[in-house]
């Protein structure tokens, strides 16, 4: 049976929930590392997912704890939550965010929020590259530099990512440029990044929908700045590789979320979507226009995928 595989921060576990959230178990306990994105393979029967690290000491209560120390990695287990193992060891980078994946080819692909890189690896984290550098030492306290969010389009060769700026700042970009590097370039100096978009709120996860031919490829996106346009669930057309125009007719399908994070959906017209301070997922229907929270688990909910697992 297809389930949603979710990421929850706060209680460092990882949940698998049925579609109409009726069905919940832990597949795998004590993650406490600050999981934030996933994947999962299923034809090799493996999930995927990134730690941010180990806060830093001395976040002030209340507030978002920072994540400065590079104390970042990435873990994986079986589709059943068993053979638990590291993939690459904390340390490797920062801040692990969103991750995305090239199956065929055999890469991983995530984001690097205060390490202000996007990066790759093969499927066992041998092969570690570097992509994309957009800041350097103390850039990383300018949140503008802050890599989140993450998509790859195998089929154009391109790759997509957020920087989501300030938090409720309407700082937040998405970039585009190739999967691979222009030649007698470095991920530092490369010349092929187009800004689609800037000035949104707080842009985070990404995905690519092919589900409407006729509409072309488009780009969902979620936000968790401030309203009325943040705290949302968006869609716009991406225009075709070669012409560096931003995104066409945006759309806000969905608002009102408590700090948007995860999507994820197996058809293009249903996206579940979690929420970190408010510890939903919702089901939204793009085509009916049906929104609704299938369950509410504790608040710290990060990525989410859809995978058929063991019973």
């Known amino acids: 049976m297809q389930e949603l595989v979710v990421l929850s921060m706060l209680a460092r576990q990882i949940v698998a929930v049925s579609p109409d959230g009726r069905d919940i178990r832990v597949l795998v306990d004590n993650t406490p590392e600050a999981p934030d994105g996933i ?4 034809a090799r029967g493996h999930i995927y997912w990134t730690n941010m690290g180990t806060p830093d000491p001395g976040s002030p209560p209340g507030q978002e704890p920072k994540f400065f120390a590079r104390n970042g990695s990435i873990e994986r287990v079986d589709l ?4 638990r193992r590291t993939i690459i060891p904390r340390g490797t980078f920062t801040t692990g965010k969103q991750l995305a994946a090239d199956f065929d080819a055999g890469h991983l692909y995530w984001c690097d929020r205060e390490g ?3 990066m790759r690896c093969e499927l066992d984290g041998s092969r570690i590259e570097t992509l994309v550098i957009a800041g350097r030492g103390e850039d990383a306290r300018d949140p503008r530099h802050h890599c989140v969010g993450i998509a790859i389009d195998t089929q154009a060769r391109q790759l997509y990512w957020t920087q989501k700026g300030a938090p409720k700042a309407g700082q937040g970009r998405i970039f585009r440029a190739s999967l691979d590097m222009p030649q007698g370039r470095t991920a530092e100096d490369r010349d092929d ?5 800037e000035n949104l709120p707080e842009p985070i ?10 509409a072309g490829l488009r780009l969902v996106w979620t936000d968790r700045g401030a309203a009325p346009d943040g705290n949302s669930l968006n869609r716009a057309v991406l225009s075709p590789a070669l012409e560096p125009r931003e995104l066409r007719q945006h759309e806000l399908l969905a608002r009102g979320f408590t700090e948007a994070i995860g999507l994820a959906t197996a058809d293009g017209a249903t996206f579940y979507v979690t929420s970190l301070r408010g510890g939903t997922i919702r089901a939204v229907n793009v085509d009916t226009g049906e929104d609704r ?3 509410t688990l504790e608040p710290g909910l990060t990525g989410i995928a859809l995978a058929e697992l063991p019973a």
């Open 39 to 42: 994947v999962v393979d299923q």
């Open 80 to 83: 059943d939550g068993s053979n």
């Open 116 to 118: 202000m890189r996007v």
């Open 193 to 197: 990044i187009l800004v689609l978009r």
């Open 205 to 214: 996860d990404l995905h690519l929908d092919r589900s409407d031919p006729d």
């Open 293 to 295: 929270t299938i369950v």
